[in-house]
Nanobody
Framework: QVQLVESGGGSVQAGGSLRLSCVAS????????MAWYRQEPGQEREWVAY???????DIRPSVEGRFTASRDVDRNMVFLQMNSLKPEDTAMYYC????????????????WGQGTQVTVSS
């Protein structure tokens, strides 16, 4: 049984930083694809970052330069470091997993975590 558990969300002021973590069980972060998505109420879930099977990363252009995705294979975890946070980054952030990353923005990942809330105030 695959489980993804996110943590690290919270409330910060604009300009602050947060580091999200996702611990995986039942699936290994390597060589599989791990992803970070976010969703605001009433909005479609959108991709934020992908970590490919080889450790390569893709970051959403609107957050590139502020967000960094990484993984720790030994601890079977992935991370999303978020710096210079803006109010528009406020959302529920989800970790997702699949055997492959596929096209950017796909919503059919078979495995999702329960999410962790990030709230950025101005």
């Amino acid at each position: 049984q695959v489980q993804l558990v996110e943590s690290g969300g919270g409330s910060v002021q604009a300009g602050g930083s947060l580091r999200l973590s996702c611990v995986a069980s039942g699936i290994t972060v390597s060589p599989n694809c791990m992803a970070w998505y976010r969703q605001e109420p009433g909005q479609e879930r959108e991709w934020v970052a992908y970590i490919g099977g080889g450790g390569d990363t893709d970051i959403r252009p609107s957050v590139e330069g502020r967000f960094t995705a990484s993984r720790d294979v030994d601890r079977n975890m992935v991370f999303l470091q978020m710096n210079s946070l803006k109010p528009e980054d406020t959302a529920m952030y989800y970790c997702a997993a699949d055997r492959f990353c596929g096209r950017w923005g796909r919503l059919d990942f078979p495995y999702w975590g329960q999410g962790t809330q990030v709230t950025v105030s101005s």
